[in-house]
């Protein structure tokens, strides 16, 4: 890419990426007792949402946990913004930062079904202009190539810079476009290189056919069918009230205004998206329907594709399977100021979403800990 550059990145935070950390589900001896409610016992959403909040000093937490049939438990604790009075509470929003990779592979799913756009799509065919600079290694890779991750493209720590961009958001992605594939890419297609400038180029191709930005086939497409009101960028873009992001320092966690992110806004279809954690589970359980058979909105072609991991990583979700407890779906979100993680366990009809206005390194194990404290007593039961 160009060495142009408007601002230094804090390398493996572009929105957060899949790290493995004791994500498969162990027993971890708790309570045998259901979270129907705020009650403390060991393996109850409050209490492991209270441990985040003391024992890793997170300023605040939120936590969901939800069936196809609608949220079992929500919690939160907390505050909103460190050094601060007011409370965390389950409405506030909250950045999700690459899972919103699969909300959008959903979106484009819909167009996929409407026959705008196909998983064979080549970015060639809706951009003719790069029939004379797209590097020929770049040819032939497809749409549902990018979204795999497996279409060569450059991930975060390829770079130490971020691109001088110009325009709106849908011109700069435009603008990615031509400078990512004209020139060779990182790594052989086919291979997998997680990559959130792949998901940049796989929104522009859709707002290319359909002559509308990511937001609008977002909203059209998504949320408004599901019911969702989604805030683009951090919660404090829709009210300086709700969460706060915030970074570690020696002093401890220090709130971050939004605008460190701004050079990174074009990025956002691969994960500049805050939601509720009641709106979140509406998109979960969406496929959660289908997975059990009852597709909606998408075709079960259409899902089927979605759903579909090459090894372990399908269109914005890791799939790990050969748990005791059937497949887990399982994906993180950060861009260094917050972090969010979602577990889902189809045949278990369960899934679990924490999210915290935090982030360092700590923090993908211990929030792996608390989700596996509050599902494996109640799995075991099922």
């Known amino acids: 890419m160009t060495t142009n550059c408007c601002a230094r990145i804090r390398v493996g935070y572009w929105l957060g ?23 403390m016992n ?65 979106m484009i799913g819909r167009l996929i079904d409407e026959g705008k756009l196909a998983w064979t799509t080549r970015p060639g065919d809706v951009f003719p202009d790069l029939a004379s600079t797209i590097d020929p290694a770049y040819r032939d890779v497809t749409l549902l190539d990018l979204l795999r991750h497996r279409a060569g493209v ?15 958001l849908r011109e700069q992605r435009e603008q990615v476009v ?10 052989p297609r086919g291979t997998y290189r997680y990559s959130n400038i792949g998901y940049a180029i796989a929104a522009a191709m859709a707002e290319k056919v359909m002559n509308r930005d990511w937001r609008s086939l977002m909203d059209e497409n998504l949320f408004q069918p599901l019911g969702i ?18 970074e570690w320092t020696s002093s401890g966690f220090m709130s971050m205004d939004a ?30 329907d289908a997975l059990a058979g009852q597709p909606r909105i998408l075709s079960a072609a259409t899902f089927d594709t979605l759903h579909t991991p090459v090894e372990d990583y399908a ?3 890791t799939v790990l399977t050969g748990g005791a407890y059937g497949p887990l779906y399982w994906h993180n979100g950060s861009n260094g100021y917050f972090y969010a ?33 509050v599902l494996e007593p109640r799995i075991s039961r099922k």
């Open 178 to 187: 031509n400078m990512v594939l004209s020139v060779p890419p990182a790594v």
């Open 42 to 106: 060991e393996a109850s959403l409050a209490y492991q949402l209270s441990l985040l909040t003391s024992k890793q000093h997170v300023p605040g937490a939120l936590g969901a946990l939800w069936t196809r049939n609608g949220l079992t438990d929500i919690q939160a604790a907390g505050v909103r913004r460190a050094g601060y009075p007011d409370k965390m509470t389950i409405g506030d929003y909250m950045f999700l930062g690459s899972l919103g990779k699969f909300m959008t592979s959903t």
């Open 315 to 317: 269109c914005g979700m």
């Open 341 to 373: 993680a979602l577990y889902l366990l189809p045949e278990k009809d369960l899934a679990i979403a924490l999210a915290v206005n935090a982030e360092d390194s700590s923090l993908s194990a211990a929030v792996t800990q608390a989700a596996n404290a």
């Open 229 to 246: 009101t989604p805030v683009y960028g951090w919660p404090v873009a829709h009210d300086p009230d709700e969460p706060w992001g915030h």
């Open 17 to 39: 990426f899949p790290l493995l950390l004791a994500v498969l589900l162990l027993p971890v001896g708790c309570s045998s007792k259901s979270s129907t409610g705020p009650d």
């Open 259 to 288: 605008s460190v992110d701004a050079p990174l806004m074009f990025l956002e279809p691969a994960g500049f998206i805050s939601l509720t954690l009641e709106d979140y589970s509406k998109f979960i359980r969406l496929h959660m």
């Open 154 to 168: 450059p991930a975060s720590e390829d770079f130490g810079t971020v691109p001088q961009l110009t325009g709106s």
